[in-house]
């Protein structure tokens, strides 16, 4: 019976690291674009950018904090590497299919954490994918804009401040 519950959390544990490292990632892969975007003059994206990047930090740490309760020890190591030059158009558009993996991923994380019983889990989980949502939307608006409107949508963006006015409150609007 204790050899059970001891499996059970390891198997929480392993995805709640497998989520940890993929915000590691995406932390990494969005303070990358941040700065480029800001270098380029594209103040109002950059921004964005860097807010995002934020609210990935929260969630990486909100996983922590959940596998440390768990009895296990957070990873530091992130998935996959981070693309670097990449077109405004490849920004956009990679981010929103790396948003659309994470909430597929963490829905699957969602449904074995359900199997293994651990509901406050479940709840991280489903907080995790709302959030993620927002990311997503945001991503596919912005890279429809640029699809669509192109440089004229560009123009309006170019000189505008990079200045995020304080370093609290995230993308998502959360102050968790
Ligand atoms: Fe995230
Ligand atoms: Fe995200």
């Known amino acids: 019976m204790v050899a059970n519950k001891k499996g059970k959390k390891e198997k929480v544990i392993d995805v709640l690291n497998k989520a940890r490292a993929m915000e590691l990632h995406a932390i990494h892969q969005y ?16 921004v964005k950018m860097k807010l995002i990047a934020i609210d990935e930090m ?19 190591q992130r998935e996959g590497s981070v693309k670097t030059g990449q077109s405004i158009q490849a920004i956009y ?8 993996t ?29 959030k993620e949502q927002i990311h997503l939307n945001y ?18 963006i170019a000189g505008t401040a990079s200045d995020t006015g304080s370093s609290r409150g995230g993308a998502s609007g959360s102050a968790d």
């Open 139 to 156: 991503y596919e608006n912005t890279s429809g804009h640029i699809k669509i409107l192109g440089n004229i949508y560009l123009a309006k």
């Open 102 to 130: 994470t909430i597929e991923a963490y829905s699957q994380f969602c449904k074995i954490c359900q199997e293994q019983g651990d509901t406050i889990t479940v709840r991280l989980f489903e907080q995790m994918i709302e």
């Open 58 to 76: 929260r969630h990486a740490e909100s996983f922590a904090e959940r596998i440390k309760k768990l009895g296990g020890e957070p990873t530091t």
């Open 31 to 46: 303070m990358n674009q941040h700065y480029n975007l800001d270098d380029k003059d594209y103040g109002e994206l950059a």
């Open 93 to 100: 558009k990679s981010n929103a299919e790396q948003e659309d």
